[in-house]
């Protein structure tokens, strides 16, 4: 199968006239053909195959009239056989707004085996650039070349295009000046040494998030934000970002109801990042009764930070600060009449930490809060804590998933009775913040605890191996439990502000 060319001609595809040529990652063609696809005053051509892949193209003798020779890495690519046809158009570079700034790659053997590897980042960027500076590369195309005698192959992935924002753009011109950012699959063999800026690329320990494993239930989407609008940025290397002119983000806000998981998600988010511990605390606890103390313990919270980005500057690791329950020391200055003027000093502090004179670069504050309506206006403003994502009540999936979480360990240890329907039950708990939904798993566990204990002999050994806790308990456990804001939707709206 292949499309009609509009401006070009339907070739057959053969292979590459040589081993050391298909490690070139070019395109050839006949000497007769060729000035059809010649760039204007260079001795290359550029052609785009099937409107899928740009390649360059070079005459060769060896190519006869009517073929394109592809390397067999290049017709997988375009999933094309020899012999086939292929449309093949002349390809014209944008003028402007196409270069490459960074490329994403995936680097592996071209023959899997149990060979071991290491590569310096700064020495095969060098080389990649030599070999492939001036063709154009798409985000998912792989390469192959060869490099200290081993063949091996990249898979290209993200690319960052001059002028295009993160995630735009999925192919560029090789430039020069492209920074090449290094991954390898999983036991590959290959170990990279040496990358520039590697640390924040290796920000996260696992590409894929389950939230569930860490015991946080219907809060997907959330976090798929939180990760996407804080994070993005971080994961280019700083020289990158510098050039491109991107700030970081350097504050989030978590906010919404009581119970819905945000001390949970401080808790739990370090577990998903590698390298540095994120330093968690709660406003009250920073809260001291004496003079300056107060100060004095948020100043201690940055104190790693600014020493770090004084001795490294843009290479200093992230350092992730998370403020729980930070209505209780960020309320809007002025509006506290206790005198002391403490709380409009530490916003005040806050701001130059993030965006004053002395801000800091490698620094992400998550603040968290039930109540973003007290905080002070100052702190939501761009550049600030700019993106706040709502942590709402859970949806009816995101209840089963947090009835599943409470309820896996008795489900495990077969405490659990089989008649109970997580489904049903999230359907009869609209309106249930996550807290509430332990509660009821929590009250249904004692109806089931009732049943064993003999309270006319409390002596009496427990008759462990029967506790089942049945439907039944749940239903009974729903009569107890009642949802803070079921009826109350003004209170909801409060913390929805
Ligand atoms: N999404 C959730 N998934 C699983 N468990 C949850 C979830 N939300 C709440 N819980 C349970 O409820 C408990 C209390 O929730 P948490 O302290 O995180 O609420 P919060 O949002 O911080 O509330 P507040 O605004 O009052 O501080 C958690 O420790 C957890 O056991
Ligand atoms: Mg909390």
């Given at each position: 199968?292949?499309?009609?060319?509009?401006?070009?001609?339907?070739?057959?595809?053969?292979?590459?006239?040589?081993?050391?040529?298909?490690?070139?990652?070019?395109?050839?063609?006949?000497?007769?053909?060729?000035?059809?696809?010649?760039?204007?005053?260079?001795?290359?051509?550029?052609?785009?195959?099937?409107?899928?892949?740009?390649?360059?193209?070079?005459?060769?003798?060896?190519?006869?009239?009517?073929?394109?020779?592809?390397?067999?890495?290049?017709?997988?690519?375009?999933k094309v056989s020899n012999n086939d046809a292929v449309a093949v158009e002349r390809y014209?570079?944008?003028?402007?707004?196409?270069?490459?700034?960074?490329?994403?790659?995936?680097?592996?053997?071209?023959?899997?085996?149990?060979?071991?590897?290491?590569?310096?980042?700064?020495?095969?960027?060098?080389?990649?650039?030599?070999?492939?500076?001036?063709?154009?590369?798409?985000?998912?195309?792989?390469?192959?070349?060869?490099?200290?005698?081993?063949?091996?192959?990249?898979?290209v992935g993200?690319?960052?295009?001059?002028?295009?924002?993160?995630?735009?753009?999925?192919?560029g011109l090789l430039i020069d000046d492209t920074v090449w950012q290094f991954e390898t699959p999983a036991n590959s063999g290959i170990k990279i040494v040496n990358q520039k800026g590697g640390q924040s690329t290796n920000l996260f320990k696992t590409k894929e998030f389950n939230f569930q494993k860490l015991g946080i239930g219907g809060l997907d989407a959330e976090f798929g934000d939180i990760f996407r609008r804080a994070f993005a940025s971080r994961v280019f290397p700083p020289h990158?970002?510098?050039?491109?002119?991107?700030?970081?983000?350097?504050?989030?806000?978590?906010?919404?109801p009581p119970g819905?998981?945000?001390?949970?998600?401080?808790?739990?988010?370090?577990?998903?990042?590698?390298?540095?511990?994120?330093?968690?605390?709660n406003g009250p606890e920073v809260l001291s009764k004496f003079v300056g103390e107060t100060e004095k313990n948020v100043r201690d919270l940055f104190a790693d930070a600014e020493a770090e980005q004084k001795s490294r500057g843009d290479e200093s690791d992230l350092h992730i600060i998370i403020f729980d329950e930070l209505d209780a020391i960020c309320k809007a200055r002025g509006s506290t009449r206790d005198g002391t003027g403490v709380h409009d000093s530490i916003v005040n502090q806050l701001l130059t930490k993030i965006d004053g004179v002395e801000s800091l670069n490698n620094i992400l504050l998550i603040g968290m809060t039930n109540r973003k309506?007290?905080?002070?206006?100052?702190?939501?403003?761009?550049?600030?804590?700019?993106?706040?994502?709502?942590?709402?009540?859970?949806?009816?999936?995101?209840?089963?998933?947090?009835?599943?979480?409470?309820?896996?360990?008795?489900?495990?240890?077969?405490?659990l009775s089989a008649d109970v329907d997580l489904e049903a039950l999230a359907a009869k708990t609209q309106n249930f913040s996550g807290a509430e939904l332990e509660g009821l798993v929590k009250s249904a566990t004692s109806f089931a605890l009732n049943r064993q204990v003999n309270f006319a002999d409390l002596y009496k050994q427990l008759d462990e191996d029967n506790i089942k806790v049945t439907m039944d308990d749940f239903l009974k456990a729903l009569d107890e439990v009642?949802?803070?804001?079921?009826?109350?939707?003004?209170t909801l709206e409060l913390c929805r502000y």
């Open positions: 199968m292949y499309m009609e060319a509009k401006d070009g001609r339907v070739l057959r595809v053969v292979s590459t006239p040589s081993q050391d040529l298909a490690l070139t990652n070019c395109s050839f063609c006949s000497r007769a053909q060729f000035e059809d696809f010649q760039l204007p005053r260079a001795d290359y051509g550029m052609v785009s195959v099937n409107g899928q892949l740009v390649y360059k193209i070079l005459p060769h003798d060896a190519v006869e009239k009517g073929c394109l020779a592809l390397n067999a890495i290049q017709r997988r690519c375009l014209a570079l944008p003028a402007s707004g196409f270069n490459l700034v960074m490329i994403h790659v995936e680097l592996d053997f071209i023959s899997k085996g149990k060979k071991q590897e290491t590569i310096d980042a700064a020495i095969i960027s060098k080389e990649l650039t030599k070999r492939f500076s001036g063709q154009v590369l798409t985000t998912d195309q792989k390469v192959s070349f060869e490099y200290v005698g081993t063949n091996f192959l990249f898979t993200t690319v960052l295009v001059d002028g295009q924002l993160e995630g735009e753009g999925s192919l990158v970002i510098s050039k491109l002119g991107i700030p970081h983000v350097k504050g989030i806000l978590l906010f919404g819905t998981g945000k001390t949970l998600i401080a808790r739990q988010i370090g577990k998903l990042l590698n390298g540095r511990e994120p330093k968690v605390v309506d007290l905080l002070d206006e100052a702190l939501l403003r761009p550049g600030r804590m700019e993106v706040q994502i709502e942590i709402g009540l859970p949806d009816e999936n995101g209840r089963i998933q947090i009835l599943g979480i409470h309820s896996n360990k008795m489900k495990e240890n077969s405490f009642k949802p803070a804001f079921g009826a109350a939707i003004n």
